[in-house]
């Protein structure tokens, strides 16, 4: 017969929690606590547009042992959610439980008085965390060596970089052994070896059965370390469990956001076009690169190709003659569905919706990539690429299919055009178009080539790391 299984007790809990802030103005600003006092203006008294919920209603619980990432945007309530647990803040409504001795790492140099010495700083902090003085004493060598601070530890906190701050913050936090770890994203100020070491503490405090409650921006460590996560936005849960499924549906979610802001930056640059357009006449500026001239010369003729420009050198605009016309222009990824988020290595394509009101028979379709540095990518054109004109008129659509979309994470614009075989401009979209990247390589440059390692058998790696499922 199979032991039942034992439901672990919580460390946290946290019990429909709100958190409500004033919004401040000089028109309701009060210049000492006794007249606040005195007017008896509290939060309750506020109207709604006078507050800010930073918090609302939130609940979750984390088991005893168990490391809980809290992820979700900036200003979404992560840091102020640890800061109700830790106890820095009380909520407005709501319980939150905490059984066992906390520490914190929330803010960069909080608990420090700037003005004594990082010793007398550990002192102070590890008394304030719960330990005597003979306590704090046995664990300073080992605090300091942690904290790779032998040669300042006697300087004046003021004095201190930074990471030397957090070095020093973490290095307390972690050493005075509680049964609960606070640490907010204070650990992106570290370097790298001083980064490591903390994962490995993270390594150690699960082994022993710590209970860690984790904010972060960095996906692949909530993956790699928390067995549930939360995911707040704008103060409110959105999902919460187990951290693969929770991070796939705050991925998707930035995703959307990210196509809705890169189409609205991208319609708004198109009015700006438009309504310049609607002043004047429609002319084209100084020569700059066609799309499929990726060395940025322009084809109108020798003499006028007289200046260099990449592509983000120049001004947004459109500009030619209009007897091929560009009503549209879209992109499509492996779902099929129009978008401006894409992974690495999926299947895209480019089309153009064109207009010839009347028959023409020397005609160019050409696209350019270029990187948010302004160097092209990659440029092409059908003249390029020899084929020659025959003859076009009426509505149709050009496709440009990539199979493969083998660039680096990062933002990209479009120049799309239709053109004379002379670059005579029939209709000229310069960086209208917008799209972006993702992917779970970091890589830098701007192209990733299909590629593989190959090593001698004197060299060996460990396997790959797989994240939860």
């Known amino acids: 017969m199979a032991a039942p299984q034992v439901t672990p007790s919580p460390a946290v809990e946290v019990i429909d929690v709100s958190k409500i802030y004033r919004r401040y103005s000089r028109r309701h600003q009060l210049t000492t ?8 203006n509290t939060i309750r008294d506020l109207r709604p547009d006078e507050t800010f919920p930073a918090v609302q209603h939130v609940s979750f619980t984390v088991p005893k042992g168990s490391t809980y990432g809290i992820v979700g945007r900036n200003g979404s309530g992560k840091s102020t959610m640890l800061k109700l647990v830790a106890g820095i803040t009380k909520p407005t409504t709501g319980t939150v439980k905490v059984h066992g001795r906390i520490s914190a790492l929330i803010e960069l140099g909080a608990g420090f008085h700037p003005e004594i010495s990082g010793r007398e700083n550990v002192f102070i902090n590890g008394i304030m965390l719960g330990l005597s003085k003979a306590e704090i004493a046995r664990r300073f060598d080992e605090i300091v060596e942690f904290a790779e601070l032998e040669d300042f530890i006697d300087a004046p906190v003021k004095t201190y970089s930074s990471g030397m701050y957090i070095r020093l913050g973490f290095a307390v936090a972690v050493h005075v052994d509680p049964d609960i770890l606070l640490v907010d994203e204070v650990l992106a100020v570290g370097d790298e070896g001083f980064t490591h070491k903390c994962l490995d503490k993270f390594a150690e405090y699960k ?13 692949g460590l909530v993956q790699r370390f928390c067995d549930e996560a939360v995911w707040l936005d704008e103060g409110q849960v959105r999902a919460t469990g187990d951290p693969k499924r929770v991070i796939d549906t705050y991925v998707i979610d930035v995703a959307r956001t990210e196509e809705v802001s890169l189409a609205s930056d991208d319609a708004r640059a198109q009015e700006r076009v438009a309504e310049a357009q609607a002043a004047g006449p429609a002319a084209r500026p100084e020569p700059g690169a066609e799309p499929g001239e990726p060395s940025g010369a322009a084809v109108v003729g020798e003499s006028e190709a007289t200046e260099i420009r990449n592509g983000f050198a120049a001004d947004a605009g459109r500009w030619g003659s209009r007897e091929v016309e560009i009503i549209d222009v879209t992109l499509t990824g492996s779902s099929g569905g129009v978008g401006h988020v894409f992974q690495a290595g999926e299947p895209v394509e480019i089309r153009l919706a064109v207009r010839a009101p009347k028959p023409v028979d020397d005609f160019v ?25 025959d003859e076009f008129h009426g509505d149709a659509e050009v496709t440009f299919a990539i199979s493969s979309l083998d660039l680096v994470e990062g933002t990209y614009k479009l120049d799309v055009a239709a053109h004379k075989r002379d670059g005579y401009p029939y209709d000229y979209h310069r960086l209208l178009y917008t799209f972006r990247v993702k992917s779970r390589h970091k890589d830098v440059g701007i192209y990733r080539p299909r590629h593989e390692w190959r090593f001698s058998p004197a060299i060996h790696f460990k396997p790959p790391k797989t994240p939860k499922d």
Do not use: P, W
């Open 365 to 389: 379709f050409g696209i350019s990539i270029f990187n948010t540095e302004g160097v092209c990518c990659y440029g092409t054109n059908t003249d390029i690429e020899e084929l020659e004109a």
């Open 33 to 40: 606590l006794k007249s606040a006092l005195l007017s008896r």
């Open 207 to 219: 082994r022993r059965g710590k209970t860690i409650l984790l904010v972060t921006h960095s996906l």
